[in-house]
């Protein structure tokens, strides 16, 4: 299948690409003002100790900047209220080093609260699909009434085969 997709890209007239690029160069390309700033706020999760010490570093870490407002989660209550008392010089760092611009810093103790999930088209799949060989959908296709559309057949075929591979003993 690959060499016929080449063979008529190459009769298409089209080159092949040079390299490959990552997912994350396309976004960046994609998005070009942010790239910069995506790259300073990593330098700063980097960097974190630089900014509040090794001791306060090992127990709090930056996870977004939104708004103004630089988010950090801190491990236990004295963390939190350290790194919440060194604001300003948080703010001033953010400035002066990385030309990040910040209004206020808020803490919050343990982990980063998760973000929410995108609603996804359908239901998330537990078990990975099952590919079949074109001689048993076929056969399990024949099985299926012939009012059925290929789609609902084809989909009836890999449910049934789904169940023959996954309960065994069933039958």
Not at 8 to 33: Q, T
Request: proline share 8%.
């Amino acid at each position: 299948m690959r060499e016929d997709a080449a063979r008529n890209a190459i009769r298409a007239g089209c080159r092949r690409l040079e390299r490959v690029a990552s997912l994350k160069e396309l976004l960046e390309g994609m998005v070009p003002g942010q790239s910069d700033r995506i790259r300073r706020l990593e330098d700063l999760m980097r960097n974190w100790a630089a900014v509040v010490g090794p001791g306060r570093a090992r127990l709090s870490a930056p996870y977004e900047l939104e708004d103004g407002e630089l988010r950090v989660a801190a491990a236990t209550p004295h963390a939190a209220q350290q790194i919440g008392n060194m604001k300003g010089n948080i703010l001033r760092a953010l400035r002066e080093r990385w030309g990040l611009e910040a209004d206020r810093v808020r803490v919050t103790q343990g982990p980063p609260p998760l973000r929410r999930r995108v609603a996804q088209d359908g239901p998330r799949r537990r078990h990975p699909r099952v590919v079949l060989p074109p001689e048993e959908v076929e056969a399990l296709r024949s099985a299926c009434p012939e009012a059925l559309s290929d789609e609902a057949a084809l989909g009836l075929a890999r449910l049934r085969a789904f169940f023959a591979r996954r309960f065994p003993h069933s039958r």
